[in-house]
């Protein structure tokens, strides 16, 4: 399956009313930081950093809670690392979703540094994943809109802390070679 076919198959489309609210969060976003910037309170990077942030986590619990269908029921797996018990039974599939749930919050990680304009330790990753994932799990929930479980929540953190980790090299690369200029 190809990106566009991942985006596609997991992005349902937006009712206007979803649409207009998001629109008016990203206005109010954009003002705020505009503001700040004009009052020298953050850097520009910040301000860029912030807007994908919030537009990322906006399609990211739009795909995942609010544009999803919701259930008769509530679905959840309660047991910690069931996925991985189908993994090694030969479940490629299963396999394939543990990587892509690890890959969701992958780019808040890459985020967090350049918008805290800092490094920051790998642990400060793994507990934004986890706040951000017990979010969309607990909606999931809540809204009977999907399947809770431990697993994504721990997938999600775990790419999210390698998104900081990253971010956090790409960064010394950076200043390491700005110097040497």
């Known amino acids: 399956m190809d990106i566009y076919q991942l985006f596609i198959t997991y992005n349902p489309v937006w009712t206007r009313r979803e649409i207009v609210c998001f629109s008016i969060l990203c206005l109010f976003a954009a003002v705020w930081a505009v503001y ?41 797996e309660l047991e910690l690392f069931w996925s991985w018990k189908a993994v090694f039974r030969g479940d490629r599939e299963m396999l394939k979703e543990n990587l892509l ?5 992958f ?20 507990a934004v994943g986890l706040f951000i994932s017990a979010g969309i799990e607990t ?20 790419g999210c802390m390698l998104g900081v980790w990253c971010s956090n090299f790409l960064m010394a690369v950076y200043k390491a070679m700005t110097r040497k200029a």
């Open 36 to 76: 700040l910037l004009c009052h020298r309170r953050i850097l520009p990077s910040q301000a860029i950093s912030g807007m994908l942030l919030l537009i990322f986590l906006g399609i990211v619990f739009g795909s995942t809670v609010f544009a999803r269908e919701p259930k008769a029921y509530r679905e959840y």
């Open 107 to 126: 780019p808040v990680g890459i985020l967090l540094p350049p918008l805290f304009h800092k490094k920051l330790p790998w642990w400060t990753g793994l």
């Open 101 to 105: 749930n690890m890959l969701l919050l």
């Open 139 to 158: 909606g999931q929930l809540v809204l009977r809109r999907g399947l809770f479980e431990w697993d994504d929540m721990v997938h999600n953190s775990l």
